[in-house]
């Protein structure tokens, strides 16, 4: 039995259509017991509804963007046809106050969804469900969501129809046109949000076209020669995709950690593609990387010095990307970056890559003096790829925190695996198992090589090259040339 209950006072209504919608959601006759329904309340629950979905919206395009009209009449839509419902039932069963029950309701029900999901959208975005697994946070609430939304408007049509006693037919008959409807409308407004970020082409502004054939240049020509009495480092950093703050940080931090920490200023290179240094750094390409590693390969003692080559992006299996929209730009495969390295003359090399699958690098990229050093394994992601972030997990976890702690590269690696998998794990993740992978001669060289690299304990810069340290290490040296 429906009872419309006369209206008492607008916040008594208020609270009655409240616990209306509570009954509802749990798809109670109860719902058309306590339902209070009028005009007040209607406009009332319409306009908390708007504003509510407008909330929603404005969070889910990170709190900005500009309204957008159209996206506020698709929402609309639903208590329109709510309505309409309703005009057909108060005429069917002569209960003119019948007519807003449907409408009301489905407001209510819809504005505490929303509400529960705007908490949820604003504690996700300001890292307060950190402890929340992305495989839950990413793959079960969207769904979820999408369930609630499409059980607001089942539960007015079963609460009804329970009500009314409608044979099984009718009841299958309006359960599938209401989830048609549905269907027809969300294909209709998904591009039309009620706060829409305008999606901008991506440029490359003319200033900054012209500049990088100078920029490349500049770099390429501050690369200095070595001392011939001692080895030296050099470092190539490569951040590959531009739309990703991350790897932009992470190249200018790490490239400053090497030239103050480690000693290769005057000797390091780095490629961003970002559109922030378009205008003072050169971009990351296959054809800026092949030059850098040649004009190393042409500064460096190929029999002392070492390449540290880190480069960092997303990536897929034997693939690191590079991108710098609108700029259509060459891929990096292992079977290229090997060829190129091998054509720069560069002999001792020590290979750091930053990117999901990165393991897929290593078969292709090993050599006798050659130490490869991988973010994960080939058939495995990595993590911490965001704009909020200086580093990714694995930079952090082995430039900032390994690499200041340890003077071994092999104990900064077991280091920094333990803490990226410590992690991983902590946030539900799967572990990216980091990857080391060292060659014959590399391995009894990089001890002769680490001194000049890693800042030592009461050790100065003499102490490394007095002449019976430059005796071992020749001995050493000769002994694998």
């Known amino acids: 039995m429906i009872d419309l209950k006369p209206s008492i006072n607008i916040w008594h209504d208020f609270k009655s259509n409240q616990i209306a919608g509570m009954w509802l959601f749990l798809g109670s006759r109860r ?35 500009d309204f957008n009209s159209q996206g506020l009449i698709g929402y ?11 005009i057909f039932l108060s005429q069917r069963m002569n209960q003119p106050r019948l007519m807003l029950v449907p409408a009301l309701l489905w407001l209510v029900l ?18 307060y469900l950190n402890f929340i697994p992305d495989s839950i946070y990413n793959g079960f609430l969207p769904p979820l969501f999408v369930g609630l939304f499409v059980w607001q408007s089942l539960a007015v049509i079963w609460v009804f129809s329970r009500a009314l006693n409608w044979p099984w037919w009718e009841r299958a008959l309006v359960f599938v046109a209401t989830i048609a409807t549905m269907v027809v409308w969300q294909l209709s407004v998904k591009d039309q949000p009620i706060w829409k970020v305008e999606e901008t082409p991506p440029t490359f502004a003319e200033d900054a076209f012209y500049a990088q ?6 770099a390429l020509d501050q690369v200095q020669y ?23 940080s992470e190249i200018e931090r790490i490239r400053e950690q090497f030239d103050t920490r480690f000693g290769t200023f005057g000797r390091s290179i780095m490629l961003i593609n970002n559109p922030a240094t378009r205008l003072e750094v050169p971009i990351a390409s296959k054809t800026s990387i092949e030059l850098a590693l040649r004009r190393i390969g042409q500064q460096m003692n190929r029999d002392s010095d070492v ?38 003359g560069i002999r001792w090399r020590v290979i750091v890559i930053s990117a999901c699958y990165s393991g897929s690098f290593i078969p292709a990229l090993q050599s006798p003096e050659t130490l490869i050093i991988t973010a994960s394994a080939a058939d495995k992601t990595s993590f911490g790829c965001n704009n909020e ?20 590269m092999k104990t900064a ?24 992978s060292i060659g014959r001669n590399m391995e009894l060289m990089l001890p002769q090589l680490e001194p000049y690299l890693f800042p030592q304990q009461n050790m100065t810069t003499t102490d490394i090259t007095k002449p019976q340290d430059n005796e071992h290490a020749t001995t050493a040296k000769k002994s694998l040339f």
Not at 316 to 321: C, G, M, S, T, Y
Request: proline fraction near 3%.
């Open 31 to 65: 719902s058309l017991q306590v339902v209070h329904p009028s005009i007040t309340q209607l406009i009332l629950w319409g306009i908390l509804g708007g504003c509510t979905n407008s909330l929603y919206s404005w969070l889910v395009a990170g709190q900005m963007g």
């Open 110 to 127: 819809d504005t505490n969804i929303l509400l529960l999901q705007c908490l949820i959208q604003y504690l996700g975005s300001n890292g």
């Open 76 to 86: 609309a839509l639903w208590p329109f046809i709510a309505l309409i419902v309703g």
């Open 389 to 408: 972030a200086d580093y990714t997990y694995f930079g952090r976890a082995f430039f900032d925190l390994a690499m200041r702690e340890q003077s071994s």
């Open 213 to 218: 054939s100078y920029l490349l240049d500049k």
């Open 226 to 248: 070595g001392d011939i009495a001692q080895s030296h480092w050099y470092f190539l950093g490569v951040a590959g995709d531009s739309y990703v703050d991350v790897f932009k």
């Open 307 to 344: 390449l540290f080559l880190y480069m960092t992006s997303h990536g897929e299996r034997n693939h690191f990307e590079i991108e710098n929209a609108p700029l259509n730009l060459g891929q990096v495969d292992p079977k290229w970056l090997r060829e190129t390295l091998d054509k720069s």
């Open 413 to 436: 690696f077991d280091q920094a695996k333990q803490t990226v998998t410590k992690w991983e794990t902590s946030q539900g993740f799967e572990p990216s198992e980091p990857q080391w």
